[in-house]
């Protein structure tokens, strides 16, 4: 079992930035893929980004593509979330996510195993 821990968020004003970590116990990111979803009151969880174990490879959701920027450190077993020039509609909870996979080609909640219990992002004007 895969326990997950994000941290980083908070409160930011509209076109600030902040970064997201997400840290692994129990087993590492080695042979894992990861990613990161968000979610609104009353909304399904979305996709955000995610980034392979494989080659590295990284997918983005149309919403922020140019915006967030997602990476890992294997050494610390940590992956992390860059978001830039971030807006109101980002006002959510982020979610870190994983497998035991080598592509992090996957874009839906029921195609990962282990998730985090949510970091709150909050953007003001």
Known sequence: QVQLVESGG???QAGGSLRLSCAASGRTFRGYSAGWFRQAPGKEREF???ISWSDGSTYY???VKGRFTISRDDA????????NNLKPEGTTVYYCTSRWSASGRSYTVSEYEYWGQGTQVTVYS
């Open 10 to 12: 908070g409160l930011v």
């Open 76 to 83: 610390k077993n940590t992956v992390y979330l860059q978001m």
């Open 61 to 63: 959701a149309d919403s």
């Open 48 to 50: 955000v980004a995610s």
